[in-house]
C-alpha cells in the first residue's frame, strides 16, 4: 500500500531480496484524481502522477499498479475516467522519454500489469474501451508506442463467496483483453478454498483465485499446486493489503513455497482456533529436512460453542472434503481442541466399511489427534487410519521421569480430549488415576468410560495390571496426594481463555504421598506456564508442554513419511521460537 513513494521503492527493494519476484503497488492512497470535483489543483495533480511515474520507473522489481476504487475494498474515491486515465499514461510508459530509437518505450518504464475491477470494465462501453487503450490487446500489437503492459482483470468480495460467481467467472473469460483473471473473496471455510482450486483446474488463461481472511491461507500457500499465476504476500504484518495475508517470510521460508508442486502432499493441523500453533513450523521444517514432498498448514475448522454438537457436522463435512478431493493430494493431519472426540466419532460412523479404521487405542480412549491417508496408484483416498499420540507420548515422558508407572497415583486436571489420552495412558501403565476436573459430570463420565474401556482385567486396551480410574472433586485437587500431576486444562495457554491462569496453587501443596510430585503441563505455549512457575519455585520436578508437543508430533510425523522425525529439530526450534 503506497503512502510514500520512496518508502515504497525501499520496501520493494527489501522485498525483492527476501526473494519476492513481483511487486503490486496500490496506489489508491497517492491518487486522487483530476478534472471537476477533484481536491486538487491541476500542479498538484501532475505533481501527483509524476511521483507516481518516478515509482514506476524506478522500482526494482516489475510492477502490477494498482488503483482500488472504494466500492472494492480499496481508498480510491474519485471518478473512474481519471483513474483510467492515469492507467493509459502508464501504460503508454507516462513521461518517460526513453526509448529504443524506433518510437517504443523501455518496458521499465511502464508496469508489467495493470489490474482494473471486472465491475469498471462493466459499466459501459466507453469505460471499457478507455481501460483498452491502457494495457496492450489483440489487435494492437503492431501500435509501436505499446510497452509490455497486460491488464489483469479482477473480482473482490470481501464479506462472502459471490453468490453470482459462476456468472461472474464466465462473463471475466470472455473478455480477451484480459491476459490474467483474479478472484479473491472472503472464505468463510476451508471448504471454499477447494472452489478456488476447482477454478485453477479450469482456468483458459493465467488465474490468480484467492480465499482472504484466516480461512483462505490454505489458497494462498497451495497457489503453485494448481497452476496459479502468482500469489500475494506481505513485508510485513502491518503491511497486509487484504486479510490472511501471510508475509513473504512466512510464505518462502515455513511453507517452502518454491518447492511447492502438483505432486505435493498436503497436511495440516485441525482445530479451532489454529493460528497459534507451531506444528507447521516443525513438521515444514521436518519434511525439508528428510527430503519429503509435503507442506504443513493451519487447518481450521469452527465450532459453534453453544452447539450440542461440538461442530461435528462442519467438522466431519469438511474432513470428507479435504480427504476426497481430487488433486489435494491430503496425507494427513494433526487435530487438536476442540475436534479430538469429534475425530473418533467420525472414525466409528463410516468405519472399515468406507476406509476408515480407528486404533484400539484411539477407540478406548474416545479422543484422537492424527489422521493418516494412505492412496492408491489413481491418487484415490483407499486407507484412513485414526489414531492417539498423546497418550503414547505422555506416558513415555513420565516413565522417564518416575520409572514404572504400578502402583504409583497421577492425579489429572481437566477432562477433555487430552485428559482422555492421559487417564488411559497411565491406567494402562499401572498407575491409579483421579481426575478432578470442574464438571463433576464430565469427570464421572470419562473415569467410568476409560474404566469401562480398560475392564477389570484389562479389557482390549489394558492388561492385568492396570490401575483404577476414579473422579474426585474439583476441589479435592490439592490433596490429591500425587506422585504426577497433569494439566490438561488450557489454563495458562497463550491465546486460551485465561492465559495468566492456573488450574491449581503449587504453594498449597499436591499431597502427602510425595510432597516433590512431578507436576506436567500440556500446554505449550508458553513453555513456562503459571503453572509451571509455581511448581519450579517450590521445587517441583516439572515436564513442560514443550516435550510432549515434539514427541506425539514425532510419532505422528513418522506414521505420515514413514521415516523418524528429526525430533532434535523439532525442539530446537519450537523452544527458540517460545524464547526458552
Known amino acids: 500500500m503506497v503512502t510514500e513513494i520512496d518508502a515504497a521503492l525501499a520496501d520493494c527493494a527489501e522485498a525483492k531480496r527476501l526473494g519476492a519476484q513481483i511487486v503490486e503497488y496500490r496506489i489508491d492512497q497517492v491518487f486522487s484524481g483530476s478534472g471537476e470535483g477533484s481536491p486538487l489543483s491541476d500542479q498538484d495533480a501532475e505533481r501527483e502522477t509524476r511521483e507516481i511515474e518516478r515509482l514506476i520507473r524506478s522500482s526494482p522489481l516489475p510492477a502490477i499498479v494498482t488503483c482500488r476504487p472504494t466500492f472494492e475494498g480499496g481508498f480510491y474515491d474519485g471518478d473512474d475516467a481519471s483513474r483510467v486515465s492515469l492507467y493509459e499514461h502508464l501504460g503508454s510508459g507516462g513521461g518517460a522519454r526513453r526509448g529504443d530509437g524506433r518510437g517504443r518505450v523501455a518496458a521499465e518504464d511502464s508496469p508489467r500489469y495493470i489490474d482494473v475491477e471486472f465491475a469498471t470494465m462493466s459499466r459501459s462501453a466507453n469505460m471499457r474501451q478507455k481501460v483498452l487503450l491502457a494495457v496492450d490487446h489483440p489487435g494492437r500489437e503492431g501500435d509501436a508506442r505499446r510497452p509490455e503492459t497486460a491488464l489483469i482483470l479482477s473480482a473482490h468480495d470481501f464479506e462472502r463467496r459471490p453468490a453470482d460467481l459462476t456468472r461472474r467467472l464466465l462473463a471475466m473469460r470472455a473478455e480477451p483483453a484480459a491476459k490474467v483473471i483474479k478472484i479473491a473473496y472472503r472464505a468463510r471455510s476451508l471448504r471454499d478454498n477447494l472452489e478456488l482450486f476447482d477454478i485453477l483446474r479450469e482456468a483458459d488463461r493465467p488465474t490468480i483465485a484467492l480465499g482472504m481472511g484466516e480461512f483462505g491461507l490454505m489458497s494462498r500457500v497451495l497457489a503453485p499446486k494448481f497452476g496459479a499465476f502468482l500469489t500475494f504476500a506481505s ?32 497436511y495440516g493441523v485441525i482445530g479451532w482456533p489454529v493460528g497459534h500453533s507451531l506444528s507447521p513450523l516443525i513438521h515444514n521444517a521436518g519434511f525439508e529436512a528428510i527430503g519429503h514432498d509435503g507442506v504443513y498448514l493451519p487447518l481450521p475448522i469452527a465450532t459453534d460453542a453453544e452447539g450440542a454438537d461440538g461442530g461435528f457436522e462442519s467438522f466431519k463435512g469438511t474432513v470428507l472434503d479435504l480427504v476426497e478431493h481430487e488433486g489435494l493430494d491430503f496425507g494427513g493431519a494433526s487435530v487438536t481442541i476442540p475436534h479430538k472426540e469429534n475425530l473418533v466419532r467420525l472414525a466409528r460412523e463410516l468405519g472399515p466399511q468406507r476406509g476408515w479404521h480407528l486404533t484400539p487405542g484411539a477407540d478406548s480412549i474416545g479422543a484422537a489427534n492424527t489422521i493418516v491417508v494412505e492412496r492408491d496408484d489413481s491418487g484415490r483416498a483407499a486407507r484412513v487410519t485414526v489414531d492417539n499420540t498423546d497418550a503414547p507420548a505422555i506416558a513415555a515422558l513420565l516413565a522417564d521421569a518416575i520409572g514404572t508407572l504400578r502402583g504409583r497415583v497421577v492425579a489429572l486436571l481437566g477432562a477433555g480430549g487430552v485428559a482422555r489420552g492421559a487417564a488411559h495412558a497411565c491406567a494402562t501403565a499401572g498407575a491409579d488415576v483421579r481426575i478432578h476436573a470442574r464438571s463433576p459430570e464430565q469427570a464421572d463420565r470419562l473415569a467410568s468410560e476409560i474404566s469401562r474401556a480398560i475392564g477389570p482385567t484389562g479389557g482390549p486396551t489394558g492388561g492385568p495390571n492396570a490401575g483404577t480410574i476414579e473422579a ?21 495457554m497463550k491465546g486460551g481463555p485465561a492465559p495468566d491462569g492456573t488450574p491449581m496453587d503449587i504453594p498449597a501443596g499436591v499431597g502427602g504421598r510425595s510432597p516433590h510430585a512431578i507436576i506436567f503441563d500440556t500446554v505449550y505455549n508458553p513453555a513456562r506456564t503459571p503453572l509451571l512457575v509455581q511448581a519450579e519455585r517450590a521445587g517441583h520436578e516439572i515436564i513442560d508442554g514443550v516435550s510432549m508437543f515434539t514427541v506425539q508430533g514425532a510419532m505422528q510425523f513418522r506414521m505420515w513419511t514413514g521415516r523418524d522425525a528429526p525430533a532434535e529439530l523439532f525442539e530446537r526450534l519450537v523452544r527458540a521460537r517460545l524464547g526458552v
Open 472 to 492: 474426585r472433586p474439583w476441589e479435592d485437587r490439592h490433596e490429591a496426594g500425587a506422585d504426577a500431576v497433569i494439566n490438561c486444562t488450557p489454563l495458562g
Open 235 to 266: 513485508l510485513r504484518d502491518a503491511s497486509a493489503t487484504a486479510p490472511g495475508q501471510p508475509t513473504i517470510t512466512e510464505i518462502l521460508q515455513r511453507y517452502r513455497f518454491r518447492s511447492i508442486s502438483k505432486s505435493t502432499r498436503v
